[in-house]
């Protein structure tokens, strides 16, 4: 299939999980893809829903997450919800916490195991028409250069855009957004060199996410 064949919906909450549905379906890497195609069988991984209100926009799905189907069921997912302060079931509370990666499936692995860059043809098909079925979303957490520069334009290197979330945060936008650098292992030698980030950073980050969770949620879609 490809992302156009989503079907009309008849409410803000059937359109965002027809959308849904379509994305965890979707082949456009495989079937119609930029360059080489996906090297294994697609297997989506997002979580959405029109009454959350932190959107967790990270990379890809790893290795584990794309056994699991379930975003970040790994290391980088106990740091970041340490650093979020939030219990496993708070995280995967879909109606308060969505989470919609730059791209949806498991890239692959590059020559040194690392994980491969998002897939080009995921975000352009997916992720403006998912963000604008999801209203009530105030603050998303931009996870890495690739989510700073869709959601912030920024070109940047990751330590600097981080480094100025004061002024990020502060601007006039709506939703607001935090960038953060990824919560995987390799970084925490980063870590140690800027431990502003955990001192200043983390704190508000929690405060702000105990805000924007503690306010019941309605369902989801």
Not at 181 to 206: C, D, T
């Given at each position: 299939?490809?992302?156009?064949?989503?079907?009309?919906?008849?409410?803000?909450?059937?359109?965002?999980?027809?959308?849904?549905?379509?994305a965890?379906?979707?082949?456009?890497?495989?079937?119609?893809?930029?360059?080489?195609?996906?090297?294994?069988?697609?297997?989506?991984?997002l979580?959405?829903?029109?009454?959350?209100?932190?959107?967790i926009?990270?990379?890809?799905?790893?290795?584990?997450?794309?056994?699991?189907?379930?975003?970040?069921?790994?290391?980088?997912?106990?740091?970041l919800?340490?650093?979020l302060?939030?219990?496993?079931d708070?995280?995967?509370?879909?109606g308060?916490i969505?989470i919609v990666?730059?791209g949806?499936?498991f890239?692959?692995?590059?020559?040194?195991?690392?994980?491969?860059?998002?897939?080009?043809?995921?975000?352009?098909?997916?992720?403006?028409?998912?963000?604008?079925?999801?209203?009530?979303?105030e603050?998303?957490?931009?996870?890495?250069a690739?989510a700073?520069?869709?959601h912030?334009?920024?070109?940047?290197?990751?330590?600097?855009?981080?480094?100025?979330?004061?002024?990020?945060?502060?601007?006039d936008a709506?939703?607001?957004?935090?960038?953060?650098?990824?919560?995987?292992?390799?970084n925490?030698?980063?870590?140690?060199?800027?431990?502003?980030?955990?001192?200043?950073?983390?704190p508000?980050?929690?405060?702000?996410?105990?805000?924007?969770?503690s306010?019941?949620?309605?369902?989801?879609?």
């Amino acid at each position: 299939m490809t992302p156009l064949s989503v079907p009309p919906a008849s409410s803000e909450a059937e359109d965002l999980a027809a959308l849904v549905a379509a994305a965890g379906a979707c082949r456009i890497c495989v079937e119609h893809p930029r360059g080489r195609p996906l090297p294994h069988e697609p297997r989506p991984v997002l979580r959405a829903s029109t009454t959350a209100r932190l959107l967790i926009a990270g990379q890809a799905p790893g290795t584990r997450v794309h056994a699991s189907g379930t975003p970040f069921t790994d290391p980088s997912g106990d740091r970041l919800r340490a650093w979020l302060g939030v219990t496993d079931d708070e995280f995967y509370d879909v109606g308060r916490i969505a989470i919609v990666p730059m791209g949806f499936c498991f890239p692959g692995l590059d020559a040194h195991g690392g994980d491969l860059p998002p897939r080009k043809e995921c975000a352009p098909a997916w992720r403006a028409r998912v963000l604008a079925a999801m209203p009530r979303v105030e603050l998303v957490l931009a996870i890495g250069a690739h989510a700073q520069r869709w959601h912030l334009g920024a070109v940047g290197a990751v330590s600097d855009v981080v480094a100025d979330w004061r002024a990020i945060l502060g601007r006039d936008a709506s939703p607001a957004v935090l960038p953060m650098p990824h919560p995987s292992w390799r970084n925490s030698g980063w870590l140690k060199r800027n431990p502003w980030f955990e001192v200043e950073l983390v704190p508000a980050l929690r405060a702000r996410v105990r805000e924007l969770i503690s306010v019941g949620a309605d369902g989801g879609g």
